[in-house]
């Protein structure tokens, strides 16, 4: 674990990404020990260590400052925490920077969208609620009415299945237990099935019950996404997650070959179909499949992966 110094921590994108709605991310750690066979994180673009688990240790002095610049010039926008690694792993115990982060966020009335495979989340309720209301939401926003949203994010409900593309995060079950104090708090949370696993996790039968269960549950919304294979090299997700194949499932190896030929992602037609089923089945329960509906140009998410 390298404890490393930071010149910037509060990244603003150049849009607002259309599925989580956040126009800012922050990343406490580089990173993460969950270790999820499709993460692209460990992936080569993004450098050579990209994937070493690195604590930001001064992530909340350097967000007060850059938060305090952009609160003066009312340059609100949903922070999304995190995009490219866990939020709470094992390490935050030690480190404390996401409870740090928050205050810093609370301070300046910042909303966030915490996206997280982690039960630990229930530790920081009681700032996230603070949060969800003195946020000062963009104009364009105010219709949420919340200024913390809560994603958990899940590729399958089978726990066997979880323990070998998730080894290190909590059990779905856990999740869903955590999702559902969330909700009994009053806070906006909802399911993130990203990525999706062909022929894996993406049965009618797969999706139905992901979906019955986020309204079992009383999810706000479920976003659904498919499954990124990125890289050649070792560590790379594409690499990890053949190899989990040949391991355990080398009759689907032909299908992927064929699904993602030379495309980190899956067919256009795939994809389609996947978002006009998701949304038919989430219309059968009357469950959201967007948190709002927003009119934006692009309608992808650079999230997608997601932790
Ligand atoms: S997908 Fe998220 S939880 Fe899994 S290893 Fe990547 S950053 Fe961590």
């Not at 996206?115 to 989340?121: C, D, E, G, P, Q």
């Not at 890289?231 to 499932?249: I, N, Q």
């Not at 699904?259 to 795939?270: D, E, T």
Request: net charge positive; with cysteine; charged share 30%.
């Amino acid at each position: 674990m390298n404890r490393i110094q930071v010149k910037t921590v509060l990244n603003k994108h150049k849009r607002r990404d259309a599925w989580f709605l956040d126009d800012y991310s922050v990343n406490p750690y580089v990173g993460c020990s969950f270790n999820c066979l499709y993460c692209y994180v460990k992936e080569s673009k993004y450098g050579k260590n990209a994937g070493n688990l690195s604590a930001k240790i001064n992530a909340p002095e350097v967000l007060k400052e850059q938060l305090r610049r952009r609160a003066k010039k009312k340059e609100y926008g949903i922070i999304a925490i995190s995009s490219s690694t866990e939020l709470y792993m094992n390490i935050e115990r030690k480190f404390n920077l996401t409870r740090e982060i928050l205050q810093v966020i609370l301070k300046y009335k910042f909303p966030v969208h915490i996206l997280t495979k982690s039960t630990a989340v229930l530790r920081d309720i009681d700032l996230l609620k603070e949060i969800d209301e003195k946020a000062n939401l963009p104009e364009d926003l105010n219709r949420i009415g919340h200024g913390t949203i809560i994603s958990f994010s899940f590729s399958t409900l089978d726990e066997n299945l979880a323990k070998i593309v998730e080894p290190g995060a909590p059990k779905p079950k856990e999740r869903l237990q955590a999702l559902q104090k969330c909700i009994e708090e009053g806070l906006l949370t909802g399911i993130c099935f990203i990525p999706v696993l062909p022929f894996l996790s993406d049965s009618e039968e797969n999706l139905d019950e992901m979906i019955k269960t986020a309204k079992d549950y009383g999810a706000n919304f479920v976003l659904v996404g498919a499954l990124t294979l990125f890289g050649e090299k070792a560590t790379d997700c594409k690499t990890r997650y053949f190899k989990f194949l040949e391991k355990y499932y080398p009759e689907l190896i032909p299908k992927y070959e064929a699904l993602f030929k030379k495309s980190f992602q899956p067919a256009k037609r795939y994809q389609k179909s996947l978002e006009e089923r998701a949304k038919r089945i989430c219309d059968k329960y009357g469950v959201k499949n967007r948190i709002i509906d927003v009119a934006i140009s692009n309608t992808s998410s650079s999230l997608k992966m997601s932790t």
